[in-house]
């Protein structure tokens, strides 16, 4: 009854209104734009205040989310009206110069990089995504329009579990058409759910493809030196030229009206599932041109910003790419930072709407690589970006077999096989950084082998296709002795394996006998594993920087004999610390460990391309053995008479000279290089050891002097070092390193 007397005039409006959410930083209900200009009381509510409905001016009541940002002056797209559209939006853009709001966190002052030394302001990058006022139209009520997503409906591999039986649809799924019911249709179109806001945003990111000549210099650059990783050269290359040939023009004039076009263009692309034109026919070419050009989607977009972040991580200061004779030079980390921010804001497009396919794969990959280069290696952040990864390929059943059927066609299969284990590779190498169990395992994860082709190869087809393939041995090798891409990862699944195993020994609860046990299997597996290997891939001792390879093939090498050394270091580190074995195999592989890192500081121009891979071998296999060695030889200086038969012993010189050479390279790390802490930190600790056992007077007295002080009150200090069943504490010193960096090289 109550309800009759409301006006009818009013009563729909009533229903309409609802009060505004976004509050300012003191915790107040933001006020509509005349109401905060005219500083009168505002009720909040939207669509239109109770103020600005009484004055009759519904239009101007606007929320903006950054009242005090200024922007350019763009045109509004009201303007553009007899200009042909993609697709219609129920939502009108309210207010320009939200704009500017996004565009000023997306770029962030260069005084605030400050040639940011472990890339800390991207840390910015959280404020930004923790605002969300600031990726919704200035009317605020635009969440409350938005219908639910269904996200297993808008894209997806296509492929099924091995163990699809226990799918909680698994029974629906088995009877469906037989009582004439139809599956749920995958291609459920979403664009009714793209709103002006993420059109915006969008915008955001095109505006830094302006100078596209420049993108595709940096990109030509990264494959000149690094291969790639996951997304390989052919492919890429296809998509720059779709989207310069069809966008080129739209990119240069950076006109606002044709941005949002593309903007608009490009999210309905996005949302098309790829199983429209994916089957077993489906040619490379015909794949790369169904996702560039004008079907250009974001996932494209975000796999070229990722890669110019990627080489502006990898290079040095200075080097020619960034500068010009014209111009003053670039920015090497704010252009880092800066197309790291846009391959976040690319991922997190394909993450609102759930686009699951094989490019969001690839840069989710490439893009877990750029943000944990940016970050501690062991830190929370990373982590999380990991496990995302990890739970997207497992949501797409990459875990299970991946075979050539009618909806996969070769390349993708290898492509697939190659991601996955780059991945799982990479996931046990967070494990053991870490001391954290590894989000993928062996008991539920089926490691497949790809063919070492080339990235020509393996884009190839027809008969160009077969005769590669004829080219490799009966075990999948090439035959021509190169090291590249597909080779390391097919060497990954083995390395993966085996770290595995020896981290269900560190981080489990087995009995020690069972440790003994089941270590000793696993070194004599390492031990065949090394000796099976091609020859090509072993790195010869007498020439190992040979100029008949690439910088890149004796990364490579290097890294597959560091690894294979790490499994040794890994191995008697647990035991060790878990049984009373003693400490003779430790030194002994420390030392061939630390005796091929101070090679390659020798050879460190040769490495200069991969700065971030240089570094990061220092502090992960340089700073730990060379502290085991350090700590050894000041033991055996202070205990002369405790070095018997059973112990291995130091070279004296040697070993001096070796620490002093790795401590000057480690003291040549400028402040602003990824991993800075950690080289600083290991450069101290090695220095104070060296002046302990080369200063005045005997080295004994010189210790005892020093434990009343305190090395750095280095609890390590307190008792005999590596002494039998005991690491005097070196262990824990090493567990709490903070090992800043890892490399590109070593996700794959």
Known sequence: MTGNLFPARLRESHQDKRQNTNFRRNGKLQACEPCRKGKLRCD??????????????????????????????????????????????????????????????????????????????????DGFSASPELYQKASGDELYKRLPIDYSRVDSLGLDSGASFMNQSAVLAENELSIGIQPPNDDTSTM????????????????????????EKYIDKWFSFAGGIVVIEPMVKTFLEGLASTWHKTLESQKPADLRLMSERIWENTLKPMSRFLNKRTTPREFCANVTGAFLRWEVVGILVTLVSLVAQSLKDGDPIFCSHDDAPIDRAALALKMHNASELCVQFCDEFGVLNDPYLWLLYENSIAYCSMRSKGSYESSKKNANLATALLDCNLHQE????????????EL??????????????????????????????????PLDLTDTQTMSDGLELEEAIQTLDEEGWNQQGNVQRSTFARLSATNALLTEEILELSLGNLPQDEIVRRATDVEMRTNNHW????GFLRIDADDPWSIRRSPLESLFLAFIRLNHLDHHFMLQRTLSKKTTAGTSDLLS????????????????????????????ILAKHGIPTAAVLAVELLRQEQYPDSVSATTFPLHRSDTIQSLSVFVACLGAIKPDASGYQSCDRGRRFLRKILDMILGPGPAAARSLQTLNGGIDNDPMFG?????????????????????DQDSWINFS
């Open 531 to 534: 000796q099976e290997l091609p």
């Open 589 to 616: 592989v420390c030392n061939d460990i630390f005796q091929f890192v101070v090679l390659m500081v020798d050879q460190k121009d040769h490495f200069r391309d991969f700065q971030i891979d240089f570094v990061q």
């Open 416 to 449: 697939r096989k190659r991601l996955f284990i780059c991945a799982y590779d990479n996931d046990k190498y967070m494990a053991s950084f870490s001391g954290r169990p590894p989000k993928l395992t062996r008991h539920y994860c089926l490691l497949q082998i």
């Open 44 to 125: 909040h509510m939207v669509p239109t205040c109770g103020r600005c409905a009484k004055r009759n001016k519904p239009d101007r009541c606007v929320y903006h989310p950054a009242p005090l940002t200024k922007a350019p002056n763009l045109h509004d797209t009201t303007s553009d009206a007899g200009s042909p559209r993609v697709n219609s939006f129920s939502t009108a853009y309210n207010s320009p110069t939200d704009r500017g709001t996004i565009r000023d966190a997306f770029y962030p002052d260069p005084k605030g990089v400050k040639h940011a030394g472990r890339f800390e302001p991207v840390l910015s990058l």
């Open 719 to 739: 008792a005999a070092p590596l002494q039998s069943g005991s690491d005097g504490d070196l262990v824990q010193w090493l567990d709490g390193m903070d090992w």
């Open 192 to 215: 009714a759910n793209v709103s002006q806001s993420h059109i915006e945003r969008g915008v955001v990111v095109l505006t830094i493809l302006k100078d596209l000549p420049a993108i």
């Open 402 to 413: 991946i075979k050539v059927d009618d909806r996969t066609p070769f390349f993708m299969a």
